[in-house]
């Protein structure tokens, strides 16, 4: 399934920058500087940095559809350029777009380590593994030069607190020597989202992830290292990746993912236009089909907000993923399991020792 990218702006997901709901003055038109070639990227067009200090860096997970307790998330924005990433919506409250504005304008919350710090020494915190990151990628491109992510580990390591990643990008391996602390006291796990073993697809779905092989290489280097490790296919968009459902799942697994989940396509606010502007230009041939098809998981709808639907749809469609996830997981993965977190070695930290952050 080769993209057919002819007339696809090169170097972003999205193709426009998406009016802001919020915002009480609207840009007539953006002026996009095209994309010639993949390593001028930097040059043509350059993500704008803006750090932010936020008062707080953990974020309670109280949906149910959601598996974890806390998230953590160190940048705003994605360089990724995801198509279809539903935390676009969230740059609006920034007073961005959901659009471009996502993946080039950059909030760095500079100040994150020390507000993490400040939270594990509460008298009452409860230690529960909280997760980098839920929104958007903690390992993105702008992690090389901030390492905001990095220092947010090593915070972890010091109270000896449980923490999940979950990152498309392979300069999580660039933090192996803290992996391999906290995996030594069963501190961390770690999921790669992987969403298909074709580059081509790769590189206009979410142009700015890494790439298949080194996703799979990424995998196989954290599990060589003991670090628990599991793939997320998300989204699974029908017509799209739908199909590769076994295939990337043996080859996840034979690089030593131990286990394999999903999420199906959701296309809320702003990310329906946007999604449905790029398909368009991406898939032309294909695209009534896959948008209706993405309808047919959400109640006949490209937005779903429903609690206990929106994450794995409803349908035939919905089902049929579901259940060839059921039978890859038996198949691929039989007994591999992820040991547990131990919430045992935390340890709390006094005013004095907090100052070293």
Same mark, same amino acid.
């Given at each position: 399934m080769k993209a057919q990218t002819s007339t696809l702006k090169k170097g972003r997901g999205a193709q426009s920058n998406s009016p802001n709901p919020y915002a009480k003055i609207q840009p007539v038109k953006e002026f996009w500087e095209g994309i010639v070639e993949d390593e001028d990227f930097e040059q043509k067009v350059p993500s704008e940095y803006t750090e932010v200090f936020p008062k707080s860096i953990l974020n309670r997970v109280d949906s149910p559809d959601?598996?974890?307790?806390?998230?953590?998330?160190?940048?705003?924005?994605?360089?990724?350029?995801?198509?279809?990433?539903?935390?676009?919506?969230?740059?609006?409250?920034?007073?961005?777009?959901a659009g471009t504005d996502f993946e080039q304008k950059i909030l760095i919350k500079a100040n994150a380590p020390a507000l993490l710090a400040k939270e594990l020494s509460r008298p009452n915190w409860k230690v529960e593994p909280i997760m980098l990151s839920g929104n958007t990628d903690c390992y993105q491109p702008a992690e090389r030069k901030f390492k905001v992510t990095r220092k947010l580990l090593q915070v972890l390591l010091d109270f000896r607190h449980p923490v999940g990643i979950i990152t498309k990008n392979a300069l999580v391996l660039r933090d192996l020597d803290i992996l391999k602390e906290l995996n030594a006291m069963d501190l961390v796990h770690v999921t790669i989202s992987f969403t298909s073993?074709?580059?081509?697809?790769?590189?206009? =779905?979410?142009?700015?992830?890494?790439? *298949? !092989?080194?996703?799979?290489?990424?995998?196989?280097? =954290?599990?060589?290292?003991?670090?628990? *490790? !599991?793939?997320?296919?998300?989204?699974?968009?029908?017509?799209?990746n739908s199909h590769e459902i076994f295939e990337l799942s043996k080859a996840v697994s034979d690089a030593g993912a131990l286990g394999i989940n999903h999420t199906v396509v959701r296309l809320n606010g702003a990310i329906g236009p946007l999604f449905e502007d790029w398909i368009r230009l991406t898939f032309p041939d294909r695209a009534d089909k896959v948008l209706n098809q993405i309808k047919a998981l959400h109640g006949g709808k490209l937005n779903d907000s429903r609690t206990g639907t929106r994450m794995r749809g409803?349908?035939?469609f919905a089902k049929n993923m579901s259940d060839q996830i059921s039978l890859a997981r038996k198949k691929y993965f039989g007994e591999k399991?992820?040991?547990?977190?131990?919430?045992?070695?935390?340890?709390?930290?006094?005013?004095?020792q907090l100052l070293l952050f």
């Amino acid at each position: 399934m080769k993209a057919q990218t002819s007339t696809l702006k090169k170097g972003r997901g999205a193709q426009s920058n998406s009016p802001n709901p919020y915002a009480k003055i609207q840009p007539v038109k953006e002026f996009w500087e095209g994309i010639v070639e993949d390593e001028d990227f930097e040059q043509k067009v350059p993500s704008e940095y803006t750090e932010v200090f936020p008062k707080s860096i953990l974020n309670r997970v109280d949906s149910p559809d959601i598996g974890l307790a806390w998230s953590m998330n160190p940048y705003q924005g994605c360089e990724h350029g995801c198509i279809y990433c539903y935390a676009r919506n969230t740059h609006n409250y920034w007073g961005y777009s959901a659009g471009t504005d996502f993946e080039q304008k950059i909030l760095i919350k500079a100040n994150a380590p020390a507000l993490l710090a400040k939270e594990l020494s509460r008298p009452n915190w409860k230690v529960e593994p909280i997760m980098l990151s839920g929104n958007t990628d903690c390992y993105q491109p702008a992690e090389r030069k901030f390492k905001v992510t990095r220092k947010l580990l090593q915070v972890l390591l010091d109270f000896r607190h449980p923490v999940g990643i979950i990152t498309k990008n392979a300069l999580v391996l660039r933090d192996l020597d803290i992996l391999k602390e906290l995996n030594a006291m069963d501190l961390v796990h770690v999921t790669i989202s992987f969403t298909s073993l074709q580059e081509d697809l790769r590189r206009v =779905l979410e142009p700015r992830t890494s790439s *298949v !092989q080194a996703k799979l290489k990424t995998i196989e280097t =954290l599990s060589t290292a003991g670090i628990p *490790v !599991q793939v997320m296919m998300a989204p699974l968009i029908p017509s799209i990746n739908s199909h590769e459902i076994f295939e990337l799942s043996k080859a996840v697994s034979d690089a030593g993912a131990l286990g394999i989940n999903h999420t199906v396509v959701r296309l809320n606010g702003a990310i329906g236009p946007l999604f449905e502007d790029w398909i368009r230009l991406t898939f032309p041939d294909r695209a009534d089909k896959v948008l209706n098809q993405i309808k047919a998981l959400h109640g006949g709808k490209l937005n779903d907000s429903r609690t206990g639907t929106r994450m794995r749809g409803e349908g035939v469609f919905a089902k049929n993923m579901s259940d060839q996830i059921s039978l890859a997981r038996k198949k691929y993965f039989g007994e591999k399991q992820r040991k547990p977190y131990d919430l045992e070695q935390f340890v709390r930290r006094n005013k004095e020792q907090l100052l070293l952050f």
